[in-house]
């Protein structure tokens, strides 16, 4: 019985492994033969995107998925890192708790209410305010939308490593006399680098990979945008929206777009992998020299 | 103090003021617009379809995603093969919906001929949580103390019985609290649904039909500006079942530090 159970459960973990590979290599299986009808450099290159003519450039998808994902990190690493930091060491600790609950609320509003909302708040706003091709629809509404969705993740990571510093660095800090902005800045912070980075990196992926919340605010138009009040189609809105009814040439270059998606999140996340295993041997480094001491 | 401290005081709490403050106004504007439109009855068919396309889900993600999490945690010894799933579940954990999606359309709908449905639906967000599952239940054996384990082998209970008697009833809340998040995502989805389920708006007979769940509905609305009181129905609906999973799981999370 026992030995029956122990095969059951590692068929389980077999089945994970086995559905997440067949998963790659399907959309990988299903982009490749795309390659045959234009080279990857022109297809990453291609300043055009011109389906019924057969013609398939991905550039200004990529560029306004770069610049949007970039712009949103901006914002949100700026807002979400000082609002971590007013939680944990400026505001008293029962507030503190009430806005970090806070916090999670925002985190579990589905992407689709933030596009909702701000289709219906953002984008009239910057129309009113700026103008714009897209009247409204723009990278701006984009990166706007973006930098909020990814906040919390941001907000709560950084928070969550804040708190792990030990209670000896502030004590030093403090004795040797810097000000409790110095420590902060100069001490805390850099304590807590390596979980806010992981959260940033989480971050990046999320805002990468957001769709249906980009294309109601974006505008869609797979133009290179010449201005941040241009409206702008990322990579994700790129499948979405033409997927419904590509066939045949089209189709595989869609699963190519999805490729170039899945390659960059890949990356992402083998950067962080990197990341946590370097930051472990570094403490592991540390902690070896204070025995030898 | 400096003037230069009091510039950076004051910069923070504005910062921190306006994360809070967006919350509000969103949370505000969605109350305001929505609470005199709301229509559970017209909203039927949209309802029964996300609670379709849950039980689907988690029928399926669940009893996979814990038999992995069982095996890594209790029977796995370091290995290629527990690494290669720990690496495959986290690349699982990264990849944006729209990929769930774009699988899901060529392979359930096309390949499998299963259709626009509410099952191939399903079967993609339940690859979608699939790793959420993994972990949370992974996170929640961890928690339950090797003693646990040890008295139980002592007292001569077998692997399997330990595990089913002694380790997962400890575990439950951590497990719950993973199902209740992995719901929320769910009903959150669009994009992935959107590709493989259809949009096809009535009450499903059965799952092999097309539907529509709260989010899809949602975003259909915003997207093709038809009705917006119908829109801001939706999305305080829509927003009224994600707050209650999430203190539901506020909930279980203060049982669990209780229970200590």
């Not at chain 1, 503190?96 to 289709?119: M, R």
């Not at chain 1, 033409?242 to 390659?263: D, I, K, N, P, R």
Request: hydrophobic share 55%; charged share 10%.
């Amino acid at each position: 019985m026992d030995k029956v159970m122990k095969k059951v459960f590692w068929c389980f973990a077999a089945l994970t492994m086995t559905v997440v590979a067949f998963m790659g290599v399907y959309i990988i299986a299903n982009g490749l033969p795309f390659f045959k009808h234009t080279s990857l450099w022109a297809f990453l290159t291609g300043k055009n995107w011109m389906p019924s003519g057969e013609i398939f450039g991905i550039f200004p998808m990529l560029v306004a998925s770069l610049y949007a994902t970039i712009g949103a990190m901006v914002i949100a690493i700026i807002v979400g890192v000082s609002t971590a930091i007013v939680l944990v060491e400026l505001l008293p600790a029962k507030l503190a708790a009430l806005l970090s609950a806070a916090v999670d609320l925002l985190a579990g509003i589905p992407s689709v209410i933030y596009g909702f909302w701000g289709l219906m708040v953002v984008v009239p706003l910057i129309n009113d305010l700026w103008g714009g091709k897209g009247a409204g629809s723009s990278l701006l509404a984009v990166i706007f939308i973006l930098a909020l969705m990814v906040l919390p993740t941001v907000i709560r990571m950084t928070e969550v490593s804040l708190r792990a510093v030990p209670n000896e660095y502030k004590e030093g800090a403090l004795a040797l006399g810097s000000s409790r902005l110095q420590y902060i800045f100069k001490v805390q912070l850099k304590a807590a680098s390596s979980g806010t980075l992981a959260g940033i990196i989480l971050a990046i992926g999320r805002a990468l990979g957001e769709t249906m919340a980009v294309i109601l605010v974006a505008g869609n138009t797979a133009l290179l945008p010449q201005s941040i009040t241009d409206p702008v189609r990322t990579l994700t809105a790129n499948i979405a929206i033409e997927m419904g009814y590509a066939s045949g040439v089209h189709q595989q270059a869609l699963f190519a777009t999805g490729m170039v998606l899945f390659v960059l999140i890949i990356a992402i996340n083998l950067a962080m992998h990197m990341l946590n295993t370097r930051t472990e041997r570094r403490e592991r480094r540390e902690s070896k020299g204070k025995n030898t001491l | 103090m400096k003037a230069k401290e009091k510039i950076l005081y004051s910069l923070l709490g504005i910062i921190a003021f306006s994360t809070f403050g967006m919350l509000i106004w969103i949370l505000s504007y969605i109350f305001i617009k929505g609470i005199g439109n709301v229509d559970l009855i017209g909203l039927m068919p949209a309802i029964i379809t996300t609670i379709y396309m849950v039980v689907i889900g988690l029928v399926i993600a669940v009893p996979i995603g814990m038999g992995t999490a069982i095996y890594l945690n209790e029977y796995a010894k370091p290995s290629k093969f527990v690494k290669g799933i720990r690496f495959s579940t986290e690349c699982l954990a990264a990849v944006p919906s729209i990929l769930f999606g774009l699988f899901g359309m060529m392979f359930f709908v096309t390949q499998l001929k299963l259709g626009y449905s509410i099952l191939a639906g399903g079967l993609t967000v339940a690859l979608m949580i699939l790793p959420t599952v993994v972990k949370t239940t992974e996170e929640a054996l961890k928690t339950v103390p090797l003693s646990y384990r040890e008295g139980s082998l002592a007292l001569g209970a077998s692997k399997f019985s330990t595990i089913m008697k002694v380790v997962l009833p400890s575990a439950v809340p951590g497990i719950l609290a993973g199902i209740v998040f992995s719901t929320g995502r769910i009903i959150g989805e669009t994009a992935a649904i959107y590709l493989t389920a259809g949009m096809v708006f009535r009450v499903p007979g059965n799952v092999m039909e097309s539907g529509r769940t709260l989010s899809v509905h949602l975003y259909m609305l915003a997207k093709e500006g038809i009705s917006l009181e119908q829109a801001y129905g939706t999305a305080i609906v829509l927003l009224m079942v994600v707050l209650g999973l999430n203190l539901l799981t506020y909930v279980i999370g203060r049982k669990m530090k209780n229970g200590k």
